[in-house]
C-alpha cells in the first residue's frame, strides 16, 4: 500500500448517520426518501431544475443520449481524451463517435475543431470537463445551437467548477455525473443526469427503470434499463453534498500548494489555469517535458518507489482495439497530453506537509 494515495473519500458521522437509518428503516433498495432529496438539492446546487439519479455514471450517459433518441446512424462528437466511459456510452447506443482533439490551453476538447466534423449525420456534442477544469462550454453551446445539436455535459469530474460565473453542468441539454468512489463526491457507485426539460426528465425516469409505463404497470412502451440508484447511495451521497463546498476549497488550496512548490521545476508543466473558468482540479495533474530526463513513466517509477502514487493521464479513445475509424486522424494534443501527463494525489484531506513530500521527490529527480 503507497503511503500517499492518489485519491480517498471523505467519509465521516453524517455518513454513518443516514446509511444506518436506511438500514434500520428497510428501504435499501431504490424507494425512499434520500433518493428525490439527493437528486433534487444536487440539481440545485448545479443550477438545473430536475436530477435523476443513476446506478453509475457511465449508465447516467448512455441513458442521456437514448433519452434524446441517439441510435443507429447517428454520429456523437466526443473528445478524443477521454475516461472511455464517453465513447463507450455512444456506442452502447450503436451511433458513432466521432472525435476530436484536445487543445493545450484547457486539456480539453478543442471547439476550433468541432465544425469540420459535423455532418448531416450529427446529432450531438458531449463536451467533458477533464480533471476538474471546465471546457469552453459557452462556445461549444453556440456550435450546437448554430447545427441544432443536443448538447451533453459529461461532468463526472468536475462538480462545483465554474465557466463564465455559472457552474458545469448548468450549459447542457443533459449534464451526467459520476459519484464513483474517487469523484468530487462519492456514492461509492452512482451518477445522475441533470436536465431542465421535463419531458426529457420524465423519459430519463422511464428509461431507468425498465421503460415501464407511468401509468399502466408492467407495461413497457418502449425497452428500458435498470439503472437505477439505491437509497443508500443516496443517503451517502446527501451528506456527501453538505461537505461539497469544504472538498473543493480544499483541493483549490491544494493546488496553490502544488504550484507554489513546482512552479520553477524545469521539465514540469502546471495544470491548466485560465480566466473564465474555476477548476475544482479533481485531480491535479502536471506534463513532463523533455527537460526532465527520466521521462514521465521513469518519475512515476521513482514516485512510486517514494511512496507516491499517481496515475497517468488517459489514453485517447480512438486508440481503443475494438474502435474503428475509417479516417486516419491525428489527434496530436490529446496524444502529448496523455504520454506526458500525470495525476498527483489530490483527495480533500491532502496535507499542505504531503503536497511538500510529494514536490520534493518530483524535484529530486526533474533536475
Ligand atoms: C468517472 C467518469 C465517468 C463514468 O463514471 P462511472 O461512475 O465510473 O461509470 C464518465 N466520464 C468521465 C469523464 C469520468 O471520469
Known sequence: MSKIPVYKPFID????????????????????KYIPMFEQQFADYCGKK??????????????????????VGDEVVVPALSFIATTNAVLYTNAKPIFVDSEMETWNIDPSLIENKITKR?????????????VRIKLIKSIAKKHGLF??????????AECNGKKVGSYGDISCFSFYGNKVITTGEGGMCLTNDRKVYEKLRMLRDHGMSKTVRYWHPEMGYNYRMTNIQA?????QLKKIDM????????????????ADVPGIVLPPRTKWAKSVYWLYSILI???????????MKKLHDCGVDTRPLFIPNHRMPYIIMKNHDRFYVAETLSKTGINLPSYPMLTEKEVKYVAACIKKYCR
Not at 430536475?50 to 441510435?71: D, F, P, Q, R
Not at 450529427?122 to 471546465?134: E, N
Not at 517535458?289 to 518519475?299: N, S
Request: proline residues 2%; hydrophobic residues 40%; contains cysteine.
Open 122 to 134: 450529427t446529432k450531438a456534442i458531449i463536451a467533458v470537463h477533464l480533471y476538474g477544469q471546465p
Open 13 to 32: 458521522e453524517q455518513e454513518r448517520k443516514n446509511v444506518l437509518d436506511c438500514l434500520d428503516t428497510g428501504w435499501i433498495s431504490s424507494l425512499g
Open 235 to 239: 443517503a451517502i451521497g446527501l451528506a
Open 289 to 299: 517535458t523533455p527537460e526532465c530526463r527520466i521521462g514521465r513513466d521513469g518519475l
Open 50 to 71: 430536475y436530477g435523476v439519479a443513476t446506478s453509475n455514471g457511465t449508465n447516467a450517459l448512455h441513458m442521456a443520449l437514448k433519452s434524446l433518441a441517439i441510435g
Open 151 to 160: 448538447l451533453i455535459e459529461d461532468a463526472a469530474e468536475a462538480h462545483g
Open 247 to 262: 472538498f473543493i476549497q480544499n483541493k483549490r488550496q491544494i493546488a496553490t500548494w502544488y504550484d507554489r512548490e513546482l
